[in-house]
């Protein structure tokens, strides 16, 4: 059981699960569009978040203490440099425009862990975009949007129109709300200079904002050319999931309430998808 356990605690710390989330979101795109399965895309997709998102985490503990890595934090850079060179492989087989959207997100991903702003935006020496007060989700929301929706359709030559505009929005908004049982985890150990949106509204009102935003995720498909009645349904099953995730959260969550279940779900969506086709 303790293997077990360990392998798992590597999937969810090494950024497999939410690599898969992100995977599960750009094939949904496809799907949505009709676009043939891109297997470059999604490969890349997945290597790239790996690298991204443990870049993300473990930079500043690598920074500062390379010298005496714990054995955990040493397989997944490993694992990291592994899925790192994997990327490049795939990228190389993605169109030129796509290549160039691509340095814009991973230029964004860069600044949001490698300090350069000024230090009087901050509590502490980690002055990065990811900690700036009140932008973290945001940018989040929008380099997944970005991601998993612009750059399918880019790499695929699709035509940026109204409903690719409106489904950007839409997977801004439900990555918001994804992030709200996380923000919600976060409470007892954000910085109060973060201002997270539980910390300047509180729990409840996060709640409330959340259900409101899944509201607008699911107003925004009656406004899309291409919207069918599995689409619609499929869209109303996940909006009501994520919703009892995020009803059911608090502070005191049960350790992978959030880190599987909840950034789990886009895989659900996907399963859903693929399941009413």
Avoid at 11 to 21: G, R
Avoid at 26 to 52: K, M, N, Q, R
Avoid at 59 to 64: D, L, M, Q, R, S
Avoid at 176 to 185: A, G, H, N, S
Wanted: net charge positive; charged share 15%; aromatic share 18%.
């Amino acid at each position: 059981m303790k293997m077990l356990k360990r392998l798992f605690d590597f999937y969810i710390n090494s950024s497999i699960h939410v690599a898969l989330s992100v995977f599960s979101l750009t094939w949904i795109t496809l799907l949505e569009y009709g676009i043939s399965y891109d297997e470059a895309l999604l490969s890349f997709v997945f290597f790239a978040s790996i690298s991204g998102y443990n870049f993300v985490k473990y930079f500043g503990i690598a920074k500062f203490h390379h010298r005496s890595l714990a054995n955990w934090l040493k397989t997944i850079q490993i694992f990291s440099l592994l899925c790192f060179i994997s990327m490049c492989y795939y990228v190389l087989q993605l169109r030129v425009n796509a290549m160039f959207f691509i340095v814009g997100l991973g230029l964004v991903t860069f600044f949001y862990a490698i300090p350069f702003l000024p230090k009087h935006l901050f509590l502490d020496s980690k002055n990065n975009l990811r900690n700036v007060g009140g932008l973290k989700v945001y940018l989040i929301a929008l380099v997944w949007a970005g991601v998993t929706v612009f750059l399918p359709i880019i790499n695929n030559d699709y035509t940026i129109n109204a409903d690719v505009v409106i489904t950007g929005i839409q997977r801004f908004v439900f990555i918001i709300v994804l992030m709200l049982p996380f923000e919600i985890r976060d409470l007892m150990y954000d910085s109060l200079k973060l201002a997270t949106i539980p910390q300047k509204i509180g729990v409840k009102q996060t709640k409330i904002i959340g259900v409101v935003l899944l509201g607008l995720f699911l107003f925004l498909e009656f406004f899309k050319a291409g919207t069918t009645t599995k689409s619609l349904l499929v869209s109303m099953l996940i909006s009501v999931v994520i919703s009892l995730f995020l009803l059911y959260s608090k502070k005191e969550q049960g350790t992978y309430y959030s880190s599987f279940w909840v950034e789990g779900l886009p895989v659900l969506w996907l399963f859903l998808m693929l399941l009413f086709k």
